[in-house]
């Protein structure tokens, strides 16, 4: 059965500094992922996602995210972050035609001024 | 403007008792789903429907029921049988056809007391 695993519960990074969460999948074949933001008590927003192709794919608000094969791997990332990026991010995985949509358990950015 | 909407924003439930969250949608969407969220857990999926009169279940149905009777409304009835309704929940909805975004509704907070 398809999973998505993000390690990371909380980070915490300072404004201005890089930043880089984790994405892995388990899935046969090559699935279709997914990054999602949502700000407290609120619906979630798509930041970028992945089909095919080009395995670094750029998304709104400066983010993007790489598509590794080999290590089951999406991560997303940013140069600097801002204080307005702190949200919970959230990866996710769409079983190709048969539109489950299965969500990791999110990681709380949180960003020191 | 185009858009999902769930209501009610917030309800209260005594054990015991069913109730009935809201979803509808006007976006001309063939999908629409499901998800529960709880802290640390991130998103849940409960049901979801491709197309009008079918859905399928998710990985946490037990004690929830859904119908799919038109094209714009995908209802979702916590039961007496969910041992542990309290949580958030999202409606979701996706064009049909190739993998793309999932647009959400605000959510609605469910507290049993």
């Known amino acids: 059965a398809q999973s998505v695993t993000q390690p990371d519960i909380h980070i915490t990074v300072s404004e201005g500094a890089s930043l880089e969460l984790r994405c892995n999948y388990s899935?046969?074949?090559?699935?279709?992922l997914f990054w999602y933001v949502q700000s407290p008590g609120q619906g979630l927003q798509l930041l970028l996602k992945y089909f095919s192709g080009d395995t670094l794919v750029q998304g709104i608000k400066g983010f993007e995210a790489e598509f590794k094969r080999s290590q089951s791997s999406f991560n997303l990332r940013k140069p600097s972050v801002h204080w307005s990026d702190a949200a919970e991010y959230f990866c996710a995985v769409e079983t190709s035609g048969t539109y489950k949509y299965i969500f990791g358990t999110g990681t709380r950015l949180k960003v020191l001024a | 403007d185009g858009g999902i909407t769930q209501s009610p924003k917030y309800l209260f439930r005594k054990e015991g008792q069913n109730v009935t969250l809201s979803c509808e949608q006007n976006?001309?969407?063939?999908?629409m789903y499901w998800y529960r969220q709880d802290p640390g857990q991130g998103l849940r999926l409960i049901y979801y429907?491709?197309?009008?009169?079918?859905?399928q279940k998710g990985d946490i149905a037990e004690g929830y029921s859904v119908s799919r009777e038109k094209k714009e409304s995908f209802p979702l009835t916590v039961t007496s049988a969910q041992k542990n309704p309290t949580a958030f929940y999202l409606c979701a909805s996706k064009a049909r056809g190739r993998s793309g975004e999932l647009f959400f509704g605000e959510g609605s907070r469910l507290t049993v007391l």
């Open positions: 429907s491709q197309i009008v009169n079918d859905f």
């Open positions: 899935y046969g074949a090559t699935p279709y």
């Open positions: 976006l001309n969407h063939d999908a």
